[in-house]
């Protein structure tokens, strides 16, 4: 199995609860973990996530749920040339052209996300957790 980047949308689904997203997200997740699937986040996703989760559950909380996420996925590393890269990139949003650029540097050909059209011309396969799972089958 090839290497996945997961977008940051994905992991917020799971740790906000956000519905009706959270279910599919949830079992991606799973499939991941019991099939060892060699999977990351990039390290300003890690950043995002607990920005935004720990103002709604907390410093803890938030801190126990990346531990436990990071059990099986692993942090890609964001560096200068992916960072100039995205700043040079056609893409309007330079989150997704930071996640873009560190996959490429990372060798990861494939990018989960709920948000496909973010990701419609990098040239990687693009799939939400539904269709991953069912590709997976």
């Known amino acids: 199995m090839k290497k996945i980047l997961i977008d940051t949308n ?3 689904d799971i740790a906000l609860d956000r519905k009706p997203f959270v279910k599919k997200s949830i079992e ?3 499939l991941i973990a019991k099939n060892n ?3 990351f986040v990039t390290a300003t996703t890690v950043t995002d996530i607990y920005y935004v989760t720990h103002k709604k559950t907390g410093h803890t909380k938030t801190i126990g749920f990346l531990k436990n996420l990071f059990m099986f996925i692993k942090i890609a590393g964001v560096d200068s040339v992916s960072i100039l890269n995205a700043l040079n990139s056609d ?3 330079f989150e997704d052209a ?3 650029e560190t996959a490429k540097q990372n060798n990861i050909q ?3 996300t709920r948000n496909q059209s973010d990701f419609e011309d ?3 396969k693009i799939y939400r957790p539904e269709d991953f799972i069912n590709s997976f089958n």
């Open 10 to 12: 994905i992991i917020l």
């Open 28 to 30: 991606f997740i799973r």
């Open 37 to 39: 699937i060699e999977a």
């Open 91 to 93: 893409m309007t949003d």
């Open 98 to 100: 930071v996640q873009f």
């Open 110 to 112: 494939i990018i989960v």
């Open 122 to 124: 990098s040239g990687l």
